[in-house]
């Protein structure tokens, strides 16, 4: 059965503290991983990753995949409360181009 | 502007009711999803359509048809067999080419009382 695991869960911190969001999966045909921001309603894209080892990065956001040892991290450095959001992993496969499999998703809470 | 339409943004209906759900894309996408979000979960995946007139099942379909008549539209009804039916829906399109992401509508909260 094919898994994308988040964590943590839950996540609550200090405006400019740095996070660490992490995503581990097994999916069979692996083609790509994404990280989607979720802050009420529709997720927003933020990533896609299918090379291990090259950092994607905007602003203060970077991501990095690993595929030997099938994980992804997602870092937010100087937080802002507008950062507060569930953050969602998904991955895609080989066979069913565009279907996405999701984590349960780590909810971020940015305390002023 | 090019985008993803879900209506009604909020929806109640009685126990034992059928009810649509709609969502409309003008991105020309191939490929339409529509996915169920409960709290403290991730999105599951309902029913998928890569191709118009073809649809498949997604993880929990029981409960849910769908129709694709055309490449823009994708409707989603819940029906009465379906036990637990209030959460939150999500529309979703993309393209079928290798490593593409999805983009989302805003969502329908369905209650059901």
């Known amino acids: 059965e094919d898994k994308v695991v988040q964590s943590p869960l839950s996540l609550v911190v200090h405006e400019g503290d740095t996070v660490t969001l992490n995503c581990s999966y097994e999916?069979?045909?692996?083609?790509?991983l994404l990280w989607y921001k979720q802050e009420k309603k529709a997720p927003t894209f933020l990533f896609m990753l299918?090379?291990?080892?090259i950092e994607k990065k905007s602003g203060r956001l970077s991501s990095i995949l690993d595929k030997k040892e099938l994980f992804s991290i997602l870092n937010i450095t100087a937080t802002q409360t507008g950062d507060s959001a569930v953050y969602l992993c998904?991955?895609?496969?080989?066979?069913?181009?565009?279907?996405?499999?999701f984590g349960r998703g780590t909810q971020l809470t940015v305390w002023p | 502007d090019g985008g993803i339409t879900q209506s009604p943004k909020y929806l109640f209906r009685k126990e034992g009711q059928n009810v649509t759900l709609s969502c409309e894309q003008n991105?020309?996408?191939?490929?339409m999803y529509w996915y169920r979000q409960d709290p403290g979960q991730g999105l599951r995946l309902i029913y998928y359509?890569?191709?118009?007139?073809?649809?498949q099942k997604g993880d929990i379909a029981e409960g849910y048809s769908v129709s694709r008549e055309k490449k823009e539209s994708f409707p989603l009804t819940v029906t009465s067999a379906q036990k637990n039916p209030t959460a939150f829906y999500l529309c979703?399109?993309?393209?079928?080419?290798?490593?593409?992401?999805?983009?989302f509508g805003q969502g329908t909260r369905l209650t059901v009382v």
């Open positions: 979703a399109s993309s393209t079928t080419k290798v490593n593409t992401e999805a983009f």
């Open positions: 999916v069979t045909n692996f083609r790509s």
């Open positions: 299918t090379s291990s080892g």
């Open positions: 998904a991955v895609s496969r080989g066979s069913t181009l565009g279907r996405l499999y």
């Open positions: 991105l020309n996408h191939d490929a």
């Open positions: 359509s890569q191709i118009v007139n073809d649809f």
